[in-house]
């Protein structure tokens, strides 16, 4: 079935410095939604992309949706503690939304 | 503005009990959605509710049980609790069950079965 996932798993990063999560998929996405997990905290949307190559921010953080469809970035710069917990990736799947695993993204001060 | 609210947010349990999580959302969505958190897996959907008087499978139904109450409740229900079944729960609710509209997620209830 429809399945997205996400690499890397883990993200160690120094404060100040940039990363990139990726999440993929095997067939089209019609869109993809990203939600942020603080630790101990429950899931938050982000935000939502729904067409091909597009391409949206919220202040330090970039979404990208692939131009077919199939995959999509969040791009990170300046590093903050504030950054800290899990970005998961969601599209459709068999069961409505399909969460991918999640980045866990740790921050050294 | 509570939007979803569970109960209980931790509960111990012995292998072989029972029990039920509550949910309830306050902004007249018509879907609702029970997920379990596992390291590593991400988020898996138990069940899910489309609509008031309608429930689903998901894609790790067996042991659990639901009820869609009502518009606002919905509730996952262990009959006979087991260690496998030791998990964060989360409750979500959508304004539809289309996978393009936004769910807005509980505070979660922490399960451990001994």
């Known amino acids: 079935g429809q399945q997205v996932m996400q690499i890397p798993q883990y993200q160690h990063v120094q404060e100040g410095e940039d990363f990139t999560t990726y999440c993929n998929s095997s067939?089209?996405?019609?869109?993809i939604q990203w939600y942020k997990q603080r630790p101990g905290g429950h899931p938050v949307f982000l935000i939502q992309?729904?067409?091909?190559?597009e391409v949206k921010k919220q202040k330090r953080l970039t979404f990208q949706f692939g131009e077919a469809k199939k995959n999509s970035s969040l791009h990170i710069t300046a590093t903050q503690t504030t950054d800290v917990g899990t970005y998961f990736c969601?599209?459709?799947?068999?069961?409505?939304?399909?969460f991918g695993a999640g980045t866990t993204v740790t921050v050294r001060a | 503005n509570a939007g979803v609210t569970q109960t209980p947010k931790f509960q111990v349990l012995k292998t072989g009990q029972s029990m039920t999580l509550q949910c309830a959302q306050d902004?007249?969505?018509?879907?609702m959605y029970w997920y379990r958190q596992d390291p590593g897996m991400g988020l898996r959907l138990i069940y899910y509710?489309?609509?008031?008087?309608?429930?689903d499978k998901g894609e790790v139904p067996n042991g659990y049980n639901v009820s869609r109450l009502n518009k606002r409740e919905f509730s996952l229900r262990l009959e006979s609790a087991a260690p496998s079944q030791t998990s964060v729960y989360f409750c979500?609710?959508?304004?539809?069950?289309?996978?393009?509209?936004?769910?807005?997620f509980g505070a979660g209830t922490r399960l451990s079965v001994l």
């Open positions: 979500a609710s959508s304004v539809g069950s289309l996978a393009k509209n936004i769910q807005y």
């Open positions: 067939t089209t996405l019609s869109n």
């Open positions: 992309l729904v067409k091909s190559g």
């Open positions: 969601a599209g459709p799947g068999d069961y409505k939304l399909s």
């Open positions: 902004m007249n969505h018509n879907s």
């Open positions: 509710s489309a609509s008031e008087g309608t429930t």
